[in-house]
């Protein structure tokens, strides 16, 4: 889960940065970078969930 | 290889104010040792403060070693600005070039110099960020190596990408977006880098003992010196109010005419966010809260970092009122609902108090396509800059071990890693938290 999540961030990543090569005008340009952002966001999502600690499980 | 662009001439005026700002600009990493420490607790205090003049010095000797040559300040070089690719019909400028230990800077142009010399202080900032997050538990040599492979590898790339004509800084060029990605204070290069590295450390070294007990509420482990803390956000402002007018001059070209209103909108933000932040611990604890107040004003200003130079004062309040009623939400949020376990706040101050800052430049900025502009540095920063740096610290982690062991823990870092504490006239209680 933790590396899944770490493995989804660069796909968001690089969605925006094909929207800047697919899409010349504005509007759809705009909203591909979002919706690359909005997949980094479940990337750091599923992240945070894996990397949480289990309740009283300290690891020193 | 890249041509170098031409650097805007620089006046005898705006070289002198430059230089005497930033001879001020360590305030602020005095200021944020300071509220590291005092976030802290009291039998790790001497580790913490030490750790961040440590982290001074490593960054300083690496970045000038190996860091400059990959940040590549225009005007250090004569030959060549960058290795680039061509991708889409565009140049994606993503390496800088340049002499490793600071080779022919002497000769070089005087504002070159002064870019260089912001980048030892941004560097050095952004390795303590992190550190502030590991207390208690990141052993030293851990800590200084982290700050060795930022200093060497993540900061040169992103300094190289936002400020020395990187292909983030090209988007306005290349792709009609704005002026190109903005951040004259280094929101994104100090300050969410330093952030999203907290979050890998503490990722990796996990909670402090008893921070998460198997029942009930995360136990709570209040700073152990509210005066450190609260003294460090008024030395912070000075540095502040440094930083973000000299980057103004030397990252966004600004006027001299321009930077009154760039210091009145980081002290306006700033104001706003501690404002806000007491307002809300107020409603929601019933009396204000010392270091989260303290939290927000520094949110504030990280927040000012991106949009101060940019921005009219009236957005400026707002983005600090938004800053401020955002941190000890965060901050309570991040440690209940994921279980993070960050001293210092740092993943809400620092980064998304930077990634708010850097959003709101694009919201506010006169030019058409700015946003877009500032999302794709937003991008960058979530999905490429976060994984990078969680790889090489996972990869640091394998050769220095990042966690102290639990004696070392338990009797403190002070003890066990220097030999002696920063109190010693004082007794230091058994620590009650453990369950």
Redesign the interface.
Do not use: Q
């Given at each position: 889960m933790k590396y899944a999540g770490l493995l989804v961030l660069p796909a968001g990543f690089f969605l925006s940065i094909a929207a800047l090569l697919l899409f010349p005008s504005p509007a759809p340009r705009a909203a591909f970078v979002v919706c690359g952002l909005a997949v980094e966001g479940l990337g750091l999502g599923v992240a945070m969930r894996g990397h949480m600690e289990p309740r009283g499980g300290d690891r020193s | 290889m890249t041509p170098t662009p031409p650097l805007p001439l620089m006046s005898d005026a705006a070289f002198a104010l430059t230089l005497a700002l930033l001879f001020l600009a360590p305030l602020a990493i005095a200021g944020v040792a300071l509220i590291n420490t005092g976030l802290g607790r009291s039998r790790s205090a001497t580790q913490a403060l030490l750790g961040n003049l440590g982290i001074v010095a490593v960054t300083a000797i690496v970045f000038a070693v190996v860091g400059a040559a990959f940040a590549g300040t225009p005007g250090l070089l004569s030959c060549c600005g960058g290795h680039s690719f061509q991708?889409?019909g565009?140049s994606w400028n993503w390496l800088g070039t340049g002499p490793f230990l600071l080779g022919g800077m002497g000769s070089s142009a005087p504002q070159s110099q002064l870019g260089l010399l912001f980048e030892f202080m941004a560097v050095a900032l952004a390795a303590m960020v992190p550190w502030g997050s590991g207390a208690d538990?990141w052993r030293l040599t851990a800590g200084f190596a982290a700050a060795a492979v930022l200093a060497a590898i993540v900061f040169p790339l992103l300094a190289h990408w936002v400020w020395n004509g990187g292909w983030l800084s090209q988007?306005g060029v290349n792709?009609g977006l704005g002026a190109g990605f903005l951040d004259g204070g280094g929101a994104a290069t100090v300050h969410v880098l330093g952030g999203l590295s907290a979050l890998a450390v503490i990722?990796i070294?996990?909670?402090r003992?008893?921070?998460?007990?198997?029942?009930g509420f995360a136990t709570a482990m209040p700073g152990h010196n509210a005066v450190y803390i609260l003294f460090g956000c008024l030395l912070a402002l000075v540095g502040w109010l440094a930083w973000n007018v000299a980057g103004a001059i030397l990252w966004l070209h600004a006027p001299l005419t321009a930077l009154p209103v760039t210091a009145i909108n980081t002290l306006l933000s700033a104001a706003g966010a501690v404002a806000a932040t007491f307002a809300v611990t107020q409603v929601r604890f019933g009396k204000p809260d010392a270091s989260l107040c303290a939290n927000g004003w520094l949110a504030g200003l990280v927040a000012s970092s991106a949009c101060a130079g940019i921005i009219a004062p009236g957005p400026a309040l707002f983005v600090g009122i938004v800053a401020g009623i955002a941190t000890p939400l965060l901050v309570e949020l991040l440690e209940l609902a994921?279980?993070?376990d960050d001293p210092s706040g740092a993943i809400t101050v620092h980064a998304v108090g930077g990634l708010w800052g850097l959003l709101a430049a694009g919201l506010f900025a006169p030019q058409?396509?700015q946003?877009?502009a500032q999302?794709?540095g937003?991008?960058?920063l979530?999905?490429?800059v976060?994984?990078l740096v969680?790889l090489l610290f996972w990869l640091l982690n394998r050769v220095i071990p990042f966690?102290?062991?639990?004696d070392g823990?338990r009797i403190g870092m002070d003890m066990h890693e220097l030999g002696g504490g920063a109190y010693p006239e004082f007794v230091i209680h058994r620590d009650e938290s453990y369950r």
């Open positions: - | 991708l889409g565009k538990r988007l792709f990722w070294v996990g909670p003992k008893g921070k998460f007990p198997k029942e994921v279980s993070i058409a396509g946003l877009v999302l794709v937003i991008a960058t979530l999905g490429l976060l994984p969680y966690r102290v062991d639990p823990e």
